[in-house]
């Protein structure tokens, strides 16, 4: 695919992919809330928010629910170091439609535990991140999880950055999320700006997310990523669509990207590698998944098997409008069901 193509269909889309009559997840009552209207010398209650997240934040332990305030925009480079337990986590969310935005990215210390952040747009306005490791979402910890949201690189140009990346963070969970424009290319076509990508991270599940329109990989596996499991997320027009892969030291090992839709990438749909005379990963299937890529490649380089992948059209309603599924689409039963 041409470059200039490439970078024609990376205009907004109207996206819906919701699966209809997916279920629905209880809503935890909010234990206190946050506003820009509000002040942090205030109790955080609804009618007296607290102003910042991060004094939101301050006011939850295990089992407690931080709620923001509809649509508002928050300012601010939130650093999340809370620590919930399985059956008790700190819950961070917008409890309605429209979605509150973070406007300068998110970074889960290691030190986090059980963290939920649930309908939530995060983005980044500056020309760098705030965190130093180039990302707008910095998933870091233990069993923490994104959900339901949408993360972008806020329309800056030029700027190498990962959407989300699970970077020592242990069973990660990113689901049902809308994911795109993690870089824009305006003069830098050697930009790389993934959708999400794994690194020195165990366990994670990726699951339900739409990605599109950023110029890198969809989602990277690189380059230590161990036992994640990547299913039911919609990959389109991006650089790649999964890349798999090691460094100097270390391999992606035991890693299962299976039931995924790749359609409109300008490179490979599925490809990884080594270094030459280094280890090659092990254990890592890249299978079953349904891909459409016109005059591309479609598996590409090595350390993965790949078996049981389709190359078929997935049917969408209309491509350059909306990415929902026709019902007669071979591609049903990978598509995200959030």
């Known amino acids: 695919m041409a470059l200039s193509l490439f970078l024609w269909l990376t205009v907004p889309l109207v996206i819906v992919q919701a699966a209809a009559g997916a279920p629905q997840a209880a809503r935890p009552a909010c234990s206190a809330w946050a506003s820009p209207a509000g002040a942090d010398s205030w109790p955080g209650t609804r009618e007296r928010p607290f102003k910042s997240i991060g004094r939101l934040l301050q006011a939850l332990g295990p089992g407690l629910t931080g709620c923001l305030e509809p649509g508002a925009v928050f300012d601010e480079h939130v650093v999340i170091g809370n620590r919930g337990t399985p059956r008790k986590p700190v819950t961070l969310m917008t409890p309605s439609e429209p979605k509150a935005v973070i406007a300068n990215g998110v970074e889960y210390l290691q030190s986090s535990r059980d963290v939920v952040l649930r309908r939530i747009s995060v983005r980044v306005t500056g020309a760098e991140p705030w965190n130093s490791r180039g990302a707008v979402v910095l998933l870091g910890g233990f069993r923490n999880r994104f959900v339901g949201g949408e993360v972008s690189g806020g329309g800056a140009t030029d700027t190498s950055r990962a959407c989300i990346f699970v970077e020592h963070g242990n069973r990660a969970v990113v689901d049902g999320n809308l994911i795109h424009a993690c870089g824009v290319i305006k003069k830098n076509v050697f930009i790389y ?73 300008a490179e490979w749909a599925l490809h990884g590698g080594n270094p030459s005379g280094k280890p090659v990963g092990r254990r890592n299937v890249l299978g079953k998944n349904c891909i459409w890529v016109p005059g591309r490649g479609v598996v590409g380089g090595f350390g993965f098997a790949a078996p049981g992948n389709r190359l078929v059209n997935p049917l969408f309603k209309d491509v350059l409008v909306n990415l929902q599924l026709q019902r007669t689409s071979p591609c049903w039963n990978q598509r995200p069901l959030r």
């Open 193 to 265: 700006a993934p959708g999400i990508r794994i690194g020195t991270a165990g366990g994670a599940r990726i699951v339900n997310n739409t990605i599109w329109g950023t110029p890198g990989d969809g989602i990277a596996l690189a380059p230590n990523a161990q036992g994640a499991r990547v299913s039911r997320n919609l990959i389109h027009v991006t650089r790649n669509g999964v890349y798999i892969a090691g460094d100097e030291r270390f391999t992606s090992n035991g890693n299962r990207v299976v039931d995924n839709i790749i359609t409109y990438v």
